[in-house]
T-cell receptor, first 114, second 114 residues
Framework: EDQVTQSPEALRLQEGESSSLNCSYTVSGLRGLFWYRQDPGKGPEFLFTLYSAGEEKEKERLKATLTKKESFLHITAPKPEDSATYLCAVQAWYSGGGADGLTFGKGTHLIIQP | ETGVTQTPRHLVMGMTNKKSLKCEQHLGHNAMYWYKQSAKKPLELMFVYNFKEQTENNSVPSRFSPECPNSSHLFLHLHTLQPEDSALYLC?????????????FGPGTRLTVL
C-alpha cells in the first residue's frame, strides 16, 4: 500500500525565515511525486512534479527536491502570501501508463508572519 | 470558463435526499477523478475515469454513483448519505496516458449532510 507522511504538521515562520517541509513516501514503482498548495476553501493548486531521484525544480521562492525515500519543499525568504497548506502526493504505475489516482499526505500548514 | 469548474460550490442535504455534483474540465484532458477531503484526513481517491471508462473504484459505498458521459464532464450522484459523508468533494482532470500526468483540481463542492 502506498503511503505518504508529511512533517511537520504545522510550521510558523517569520517573514524572510527560510525552512524546509518534508515528505516521506513508500510506493510500489514511483510514476511521479507531486507538490500542491491549498488555500482555505479552495482546491489544491499544482506546483511541481518530480520523477526521479536527484531531480530538482524551482518556482519563485520554492524549490522541490527528490530522493528515493523522500522529497523536500524548500521555501526561501518566504512572504505572508506563501501561507497555505502544502500537500505532497505520489502516483504509482498501476494502469500501465493510463490514468492513476494520487495518494496524498495530510499536508503541512504553513503560516508566515509579517 | 477555464480550468476545472465544479457546481454547486456548497450543498446542504438531508439523509433521504438525492442530489448530484457536476464537474467540467476545459483543458482538453482525457482523465477525470473524484476525491474526498475530510477534516484531519488526507485527500482520498474515490473514482478514476479514463476516456469515459471507469478504471478505478476505491471501495466507495454504493450511495455514491459516478457518471462520465464524455471526457469533459463528470458527475457524482448522491443518495441516502450519512452525516459522516460531509466533506469537500474535489474533481480533478489530467491528460492520462503519459508519464507526465499532472492532475488539476477544481474548487470543490462543500457538502453538508444533516
Amino acid at each position: 500500500e502506498d503511503q505518504v507522511t508529511q512533517s511537520p504538521e504545522a510550521l510558523r515562520l517569520q517573514e524572510g525565515e527560510s525552512s524546509s517541509l518534508n515528505c516521506s513516501y513508500t510506493v510500489s514503482g514511483l510514476r511521479g511525486l507531486f507538490w500542491y498548495r491549498q488555500d482555505p476553501g479552495k482546491g489544491p493548486e499544482f506546483l511541481f512534479t518530480l520523477y526521479s531521484a536527484g531531480e530538482e525544480k524551482e518556482k519563485e521562492r520554492l524549490k522541490a527536491t527528490l530522493t528515493k525515500k523522500e522529497s523536500f519543499l524548500h521555501i526561501t525568504a518566504p512572504k505572508p502570501e506563501d501561507s497555505a497548506t502544502y500537500l505532497c502526493a505520489v502516483q504509482a504505475w498501476y494502469s500501465g501508463g493510463g490514468a492513476d489516482g494520487l495518494t496524498f499526505g495530510k499536508g503541512t500548514h504553513l503560516i508566515i508572519q509579517p | 470558463e477555464t480550468g476545472v469548474t465544479q457546481t454547486p460550490r456548497h450543498l446542504v442535504m438531508g439523509m433521504t435526499n438525492k442530489k448530484s455534483l457536476k464537474c467540467e474540465q476545459h483543458l482538453g484532458h482525457n482523465a477525470m477523478y473524484w476525491y474526498k477531503q475530510s477534516a484531519k484526513k488526507p485527500l482520498e481517491l474515490m473514482f478514476v475515469y479514463n476516456f469515459k471508462e471507469q478504471t478505478e473504484n476505491n471501495s466507495v459505498p454504493s450511495r455514491f454513483s459516478p457518471e462520465c458521459p464524455n471526457s469533459s464532464h463528470l458527475f457524482l450522484h448522491l443518495h441516502t448519505l450519512q452525516p459522516e459523508d460531509s466533506a469537500l468533494y474535489l474533481c480533478a482532470s489530467s491528460r492520462g496516458g503519459d508519464r507526465e500526468d499532472e492532475q488539476f483540481f477544481g474548487p470543490g463542492t462543500r457538502l453538508t449532510v444533516l
